[in-house]
């Protein structure tokens, strides 16, 4: 006769539960529906064949470097102001096989292994039916950044907006304002 090991038994049996339920929960996060933002009618338009985006006529649209579709520079706020708050896109191609879920993962990973973070957060949201990804970080030395990130057709769309912690309220608002027109086609 065949004798087992009672409490091993029920041990597998556990593990075996808690397996199963991991995996089934590791379904795509839900996204948080947000209203589309209210953006005055005076706002200019960057309009490209993949993506458009709405900014304020005083901040300054430059191309970016290589691997940077282009910067928005806030104005000064003050003579001594050494920075300049700013959002940028960078697309990054041929992502295939990958869900923004996975892609997004991989992304706080490799930003945490890169930078001094303090503060991190990250949440699922969706505007007029487009999914992004919010990623919200402060660096040590007090500088934030907040990123979107989109999913289309095996291409990633990084739309990040870096800024100083006490940096004026408008200026953050908008900069966050330019971050929600953002669409990918």
């Known amino acids: 006769m065949l004798k087992t090991n009672y409490p091993t038994l029920k041990y597998l049996i556990i593990g075996l539960f808690l397996l199963l ?7 795509e996060k839900k996204a948080t529906i947000l209203p589309a933002p209210d953006i005055p009618e005076e706002w200019l338009r960057l309009d490209k064949e993949n993506f458009s985006l709405r900014y304020p006529p005083h901040w300054d649209l430059q191309n970016g470097p290589e691997g940077i579709v282009f910067h928005l520079f806030s104005p000064q ?3 001594d102001d050494t920075f300049r708050e700013n959002v940028n896109l960078v697309i990054e191609n041929h992502i295939a096989g990958m869900s923004l879920d996975k892609y997004v993962a991989l992304s ?3 930003l945490k292994n890169k930078f001094n973070i303090s503060f991190s957060d990250t949440r699922k949201y969706a505007i007029d039916g487009q999914v992004y990804y919010q990623l919200d970080q402060q660096w040590k030395d007090g500088m934030r950044l907040t990123q979107h990130i989109y999913l289309k057709k095996n291409t990633a769309y990084i739309l990040s907006f870096t800024f100083e912690s006490d940096e004026k309220a408008s ?10 027109s953002f669409k990918v086609k």
């Open 171 to 180: 200026i953050q608002s908008e900069g966050k304002k330019i971050m929600a």
């Open 108 to 110: 706080v990973k490799n």
């Open 21 to 27: 339920a991991s995996d089934c929960s590791h379904k």
């Open 77 to 79: 706020s003050s003579p």
